[in-house]
């Protein structure tokens, strides 16, 4: 990127998040600052802000000048080549001494991952060539269902892959390790997971869910496990004296879903454990599970904070692509997960060796999809907040937003967002139908979590088997959007919600 495109790119980015620089903004920066032999200095930095803040003055076409006077009063964060954190005033005025405040930056690399290793477990862990005999960097697909036995009932691994399949153990093995756990069992899709769990429990037992969970979950829970004998509750995490209020004495399975689908909801893990391990103290604890799948294990490590069980739907962020169906579940608990193995061959949600394999390609690369999931999704929820169509929006719902009533506990729990978020838009279910048919780059599906930018109508698709009494409860009314932000270029995105915007509000 010459620097004429730099300054090009800055100030697209600048408009589009609020005229503050994200942390990949400035990494670019700070790369072309390290590659460029006119830019080694560190003053450069400052120089070449100078340079955009002119370029700013001189291009009011796209910038208001409200918006251009604050920009000049924001503090950014840059990372010189080493690493020191430097703060400057985007008008190009350091803040400190004129060389720039230098702090030590927490991290070792800028662009490292939140979780140490991250990025490398997600490269290597399950794949050791070494364990299959002929070293392939990459694991094979293993297709066979059965293996050939030394003596009857004597072989090495593996006897039959509704049990167990080499391509299977390579994606568990990395998950258990991203997610921080121990082991992981992966299933045929998240619902097959969440069933696998749901077979621990037994007739008479009680579950304790939190009221807003995928449409799917709550109808599988109060449509069939309700049948067999098990009493459900379904209530707001947030308000956590009446979630322990519901705790019974016959609790066996406390769920969570954070952030909750589709109105981001942030349930705090720490806290609920707390509570079940005071209520439970001598006693047997009920498994407490946390949903994971709106966050994936590179911004939220459910484990870490006592959860029992973390299921992901592996269809979503942690495949990426929108081509597989899958599920997993991590735990560190070691007496669980030989129950969950037992239960994987006993009732039989086995995923397909070629979907582990579809699955772990994606893994490989989560940590980087995450980020731009993450950088797109706040630029749009910005934009759909303060933007030139935020008077077509009444609300938007992203936790990294500071307008998100759980953003404290977002920020202490997760490391990060991904690309979810909902808003309530002006009008009804005309608007908001007319508004999903005119997107051009966002398709109209369910589903989320690939590289591909969705949008939905929880109350009509992925929300539709929730009772219309409790969507209204919830607050998923008919003029709910759900957006699943993909890792596209932001201003493309931007610039279709603002088409389609225009074609429902340019008739009224
Ligand atoms: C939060 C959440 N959990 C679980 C599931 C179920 O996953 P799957 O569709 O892979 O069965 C979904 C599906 O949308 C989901 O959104």
Redo the contacts with the bound molecule.
């Keep these: 990127m010459d620097p004429v495109d730099l300054n090009k790119y800055l100030l697209t980015r600048s408009y589009l998040i609020g005229n503050s620089f994200t942390y990949a903004d400035l990494t670019l920066f700070n790369l072309i600052h390290e590659k460029r032999s006119q830019y080694t200095k560190f003053t450069h930095v400052v120089r070449w802000l100078n340079h955009i803040k002119a370029i700013r003055n001189c291009t009011n076409d796209s910038l208001s000048s409200d918006a251009l006077e604050r920009s000049t009063q924001e503090e950014i964060t840059v990372y010189n080549p080493l690493c020191k954190k430097v703060r400057i005033m985007s008008n190009g005025v350091t803040n400190g001494t004129s060389n720039g405040h230098h702090e030590e930056d927490t991290r070792s690399f800028p662009h490292s991952s939140h979780f140490p290793g991250f990025g490398t477990h997600a490269a290597h862990h399950g794949s050791d060539p070494d364990k299959w005999g002929f070293s392939p960097i990459v694991p094979p697909i293993s297709l066979s269902t059965t293996f050939k036995q030394s003596a009857p009932g004597v072989y090495p691994k593996y006897d039959y892959s509704r049990a167990g399949n080499p391509t299977r153990t390579a994606f568990e093995e990395c998950i258990a390790r991203l997610e921080g756990g121990t082991q992981a069992m992966a299933t045929c899709?998240?619902?097959?997971a969440?069933c696998l769990i749901v077979n621990l429990l037994k007739a008479g037992d009680h579950i304790l869910c939190c009221d807003d969970?995928?449409g799917?979950?709550n109808r599988y829970f109060n449509k069939v496990v309700a049948r067999f004998g098990i009493d459900i509750d379904m209530v707001d995490p947030i308000n956590l004296e009446l979630f322990e209020s519901k705790v019974r004495p016959n609790t066996a399975l406390v769920w969570l879903?954070t952030p909750t689908?589709p109105m981001l909801k942030i349930c705090d893990i720490k806290a609920t454990v707390e509570m079940v391990e005071r209520k439970f103290a001598g006693k047997e604890k009920p498994i407490i599970v946390v949903?994971n799948?709106?966050s994936s294990p590179y911004f939220q490590r459910p484990l870490d904070f006592g959860a029992s069980l973390v299921l992901n739907?592996?269809?979503?962020y942690i495949n990426g692509h929108t081509d597989v169906?899958?599920?997993v579940i991590a735990t560190k608990d070691e007496d669980l997960a030989k129950r969950l193995r037992f239960l994987q061959l006993a009732v039989g949600p086995a995923p397909s060796p070629m979907d582990c394999y579809l699955a772990l390609r994606g893994a490989r690369t989560l940590h980087l999809r995450m980020r731009q999931h993450e950088s797109n999704s706040l630029a749009i929820a910005k934009w759909l907040e303060t933007g030139e169509k935020s008077q077509y929006v009444l609300k938007v719902i992203h936790p990294g937003l500071p307008s998100h009533p759980q953003h404290e506990l977002a920020k202490r729990q997760m490391k990060g967002f991904s690309g979810m978020l909902s808003f309530v838009i002006q009008g009804g279910k005309d608007e908001a139908t007319l508004f999903l048919q005119s997107l051009k780059v966002f398709a109209l599906a369910e589903?989320?979590g690939g590289y591909e930018s969705l949008a939905e109508l929880p109350s009509v698709m992925?929300h539709a088997s929730v009772p219309p009494e409790q969507r209204a409860a919830i607050g998923i009314s008919d003029s709910l959007v759900r957006l699943s932000v993909g890792i596209e270029e932001p201003e493309d995105l931007i610039a279709d919600l603002a088409q389609a915007f225009d074609v429902v509000y340019s008739k009224k």
Excluded at 313 to 316: E, G, Q, R
């Design positions: 899709s998240g619902l097959a969440t969970v995928y799917g979950t879903e689908n949903d799948t709106f739907s592996v269809t979503k169906c899958m599920g589903s989320l992925t």
